[in-house]
């Protein structure tokens, strides 16, 4: 089976045509905000500028012709109303136009299949740490429950956030992973912990008035990802602890991180965990784990009307995971 | 001779005679100087609230001996819920609910309060452990975080009893004074921690 995806969820703009073995094609578009953090609107008006041609080009770069498309898909929610909003429409256009079912994918379930399929995990743990969501979720009775989360905002958007403080344009996060690289001193921060959920934003606050004071920004920006990922790693312990569990998913932009991922292994380590990350193209928002999910859920059963309203913050454990045991 | 009866994502538990041994042991993954600090940190937490929560009347082992690192508690003999949690009773989710509130009453909050946290003996008690993560605070958050961390807890791993969750906080309810604005903080914590 042929599928086509379309991500765009947020900032990046992605379409992947994927079959049951692997990803045919794989194309994207960023939105690069013009100052700032991601402004909903322009994102959305940027991703209905370029969609057009970003579907052309992935169709032809899977040498494929659009009626050997077996099924559309794309990015139902959690995310931006009006990015959502644009995707969906072209969904349904491609819906229409080439008579194929269509499937609209839990954008957060999508990063957890994908990672399945690029690691060959099967019943892991995951942490998915995005820009929006920082999550600890395991498979249990039909659902991906969600054992703990942050309380307040994302680890990537904190990352941003203090980011932009140093006069970094978006994405954040990779500048200040260099920047941590230089850093030595551990600057006391807020370690926040609680049960199996965490929040970020009092640490970031903490970063700032940090930098005001003085200290150095490469040490603050050590100290900010030495504290968060030991939060995250934490968390994930855990829960595995608590599930019983044997493997571990780390999914999601911030994933990409190699101090976080160098934190997990160890973790891992430690109680025989066998660890995996998806390859890089699968690791941030992408349009191939829409795609692909969409033919477990297709499979199974699932088919959207073309009528379909996006659900801006749809919950991962709202989706009966009616493809797994 | 002590026998290492449990190894938690925290710390190891020992057994030794009637006395169980808990050690924060160093997590490599960690910067070393935030690990010292976090262990260090939580070991004295988890002393003092286990000792305050015991002298308002909520069950807690007794405290025996502690170190930078390690606490000797009383050894229990009992079971984490988590494992019987289809065979409590109704009485049991009511004592659960009342010992949160005396918490909250006398302003501590847990921190952890997930299934794997309160055990029931033998002969039908109901304890609270792992205060490592409590603290003082009169803010109505906490409290709120609490409630939330333990019914999500019971809707993650224990999907079929999930009608204990009214039980649990119907009795909370009914000990606790200003309950009105936990229990409001505790459907915005529901509702956060989501997109925007």
Redesign the interface.
Same mark, same amino acid.
């Given at each position: 089976m042929i599928s086509l995806g379309i991500e765009g969820t947020a900032w990046n703009l992605s379409v992947g045509i994927v079959n049951d073995q692997k990803i045919l094609s794989h194309q994207q578009h960023p939105y690069q905000p013009s100052d700032g953090g991601i402004h909903p609107r322009e994102a959305s008006q940027h991703h209905s500028d370029k969609i057009a041609k970003i579907i052309k080009k992935t169709v032809s770069n899977a040498n494929i012709q659009p009626q050997q498309i077996d099924l559309i898909s794309f990015s139902l929610g959690p995310g931006m109303g009006p990015c959502l909003r644009v995707i969906a429409t072209a969904a349904r256009a491609l819906t229409l136009t080439l008579e194929k079912p269509l499937v609209g994918v839990n954008h957060c379930i999508a990063h957890i299949e994908s990672g399945k399929w690029s690691t060959g995990l099967d019943d892991p743990i995951i942490l998915y740490v995005s820009g929006a969501n920082s999550q600890v979720l395991g498979y249990k009775s039909k659902r991906y429950r969600v054992f703990g989360e942050t309380l307040d905002i994302g680890l990537g958007n904190a990352l941003d956030k203090f980011a932009r403080k140093l006069n970094l344009n978006h994405p954040g996060g990779p500048k200040i992973e260099k920047l941590a690289k230089k850093g030595e001193k551990l600057i006391e921060l807020p370690y926040s912990v609680k049960g199996m959920d965490f929040s970020f934003s009092g640490l970031v606050t903490a970063a700032e008035k940090k930098l005001q004071r003085g200290e150095k920004k490469e040490d603050i920006c050590y100290s900010l990802q030495e504290y968060s990922f030991s939060m995250l790693t934490e968390v994930a312990e855990r829960a595995l602890a608590h599930s019983g569990k044997k493997e571990l998913l780390l999914c999601g932009g911030v994933g990409k991180n190699q101090r976080l991922k160098q934190m997990l292994k160890e973790m891992s380590l430690e109680y025989q965990i066998k660890f995996g990350y998806p390859k890089k193209e699968l690791m941030g928002d992408n349009g191939a784990m829409i795609a692909h999910t969409a033919i477990k859920m297709y499979e199974s059963g699932i088919e959207h009307s073309p009528g379909i309203e996006v659900k801006t913050d749809y919950r991962t454990d709202e989706v009966e995971v009616k493809w797994r045991e | 001779m002590s026998e290492l009866i449990a190894r938690?994502?925290?710390a190891e538990l020992y057994k030794k005679n009637q006395e169980i041994i808990k050690i924060r042991k160093p997590?490599?993954?960690?910067?070393k100087?935030?690990d010292e600090?976090?262990r260090k940190n939580r070991t004295k937490k988890e002393a003092k609230a286990t000792r305050e929560a015991r002298k308002i009347g909520v069950p807690t082992p007794i405290i025996l001996d502690m170190k930078d690192f390690e606490i000797k508690f009383e050894y229990l003999d009992g079971e984490k819920i988590?494992k019987i949690y289809s065979r409590l009773n109704q009485n049991d989710f009511r004592k659960i609910g009342k010992y949160i509130a005396k918490l909250h009453q006398n302003r501590i909050f847990h +921190?952890?309060?997930?299934t794997?946290n309160i055990l029931k003996t033998n002969r039908n008690k109901i304890y609270f452990i792992d205060f490592g993560?409590s603290g003082y605070d009169g803010h109505i958050e906490?409290k709120g975080?609490d409630l939330?961390?333990l019914f999500?807890?019971i809707?993650?791993?224990h999907?079929?009893h999930t009608d204990s969750i009214n039980i649990i906080l119907n009795s909370y309810k009914s000990s606790m004074n200003n309950q009105k604005e936990i229990i409001q903080r505790l459907n915005e914590?529901e509702e956060? +921690?989501?997109?925007?």
């Amino acid at each position: 089976m042929i599928s086509l995806g379309i991500e765009g969820t947020a900032w990046n703009l992605s379409v992947g045509i994927v079959n049951d073995q692997k990803i045919l094609s794989h194309q994207q578009h960023p939105y690069q905000p013009s100052d700032g953090g991601i402004h909903p609107r322009e994102a959305s008006q940027h991703h209905s500028d370029k969609i057009a041609k970003i579907i052309k080009k992935t169709v032809s770069n899977a040498n494929i012709q659009p009626q050997q498309i077996d099924l559309i898909s794309f990015s139902l929610g959690p995310g931006m109303g009006p990015c959502l909003r644009v995707i969906a429409t072209a969904a349904r256009a491609l819906t229409l136009t080439l008579e194929k079912p269509l499937v609209g994918v839990n954008h957060c379930i999508a990063h957890i299949e994908s990672g399945k399929w690029s690691t060959g995990l099967d019943d892991p743990i995951i942490l998915y740490v995005s820009g929006a969501n920082s999550q600890v979720l395991g498979y249990k009775s039909k659902r991906y429950r969600v054992f703990g989360e942050t309380l307040d905002i994302g680890l990537g958007n904190a990352l941003d956030k203090f980011a932009r403080k140093l006069n970094l344009n978006h994405p954040g996060g990779p500048k200040i992973e260099k920047l941590a690289k230089k850093g030595e001193k551990l600057i006391e921060l807020p370690y926040s912990v609680k049960g199996m959920d965490f929040s970020f934003s009092g640490l970031v606050t903490a970063a700032e008035k940090k930098l005001q004071r003085g200290e150095k920004k490469e040490d603050i920006c050590y100290s900010l990802q030495e504290y968060s990922f030991s939060m995250l790693t934490e968390v994930a312990e855990r829960a595995l602890a608590h599930s019983g569990k044997k493997e571990l998913l780390l999914c999601g932009g911030v994933g990409k991180n190699q101090r976080l991922k160098q934190m997990l292994k160890e973790m891992s380590l430690e109680y025989q965990i066998k660890f995996g990350y998806p390859k890089k193209e699968l690791m941030g928002d992408n349009g191939a784990m829409i795609a692909h999910t969409a033919i477990k859920m297709y499979e199974s059963g699932i088919e959207h009307s073309p009528g379909i309203e996006v659900k801006t913050d749809y919950r991962t454990d709202e989706v009966e995971v009616k493809w797994r045991e | 001779m002590s026998e290492l009866i449990a190894r938690g994502a925290e710390a190891e538990l020992y057994k030794k005679n009637q006395e169980i041994i808990k050690i924060r042991k160093p997590k490599k993954y960690r910067n070393k100087t935030l690990d010292e600090r976090i262990r260090k940190n939580r070991t004295k937490k988890e002393a003092k609230a286990t000792r305050e929560a015991r002298k308002i009347g909520v069950p807690t082992p007794i405290i025996l001996d502690m170190k930078d690192f390690e606490i000797k508690f009383e050894y229990l003999d009992g079971e984490k819920i988590k494992k019987i949690y289809s065979r409590l009773n109704q009485n049991d989710f009511r004592k659960i609910g009342k010992y949160i509130a005396k918490l909250h009453q006398n302003r501590i909050f847990h +921190g952890d309060l997930t299934t794997s946290n309160i055990l029931k003996t033998n002969r039908n008690k109901i304890y609270f452990i792992d205060f490592g993560l409590s603290g003082y605070d009169g803010h109505i958050e906490p409290k709120g975080v609490d409630l939330h961390v333990l019914f999500q807890t019971i809707r993650s791993s224990h999907p079929e009893h999930t009608d204990s969750i009214n039980i649990i906080l119907n009795s909370y309810k009914s000990s606790m004074n200003n309950q009105k604005e936990i229990i409001q903080r505790l459907n915005e914590i529901e509702e956060r +921690g989501r997109y925007f």
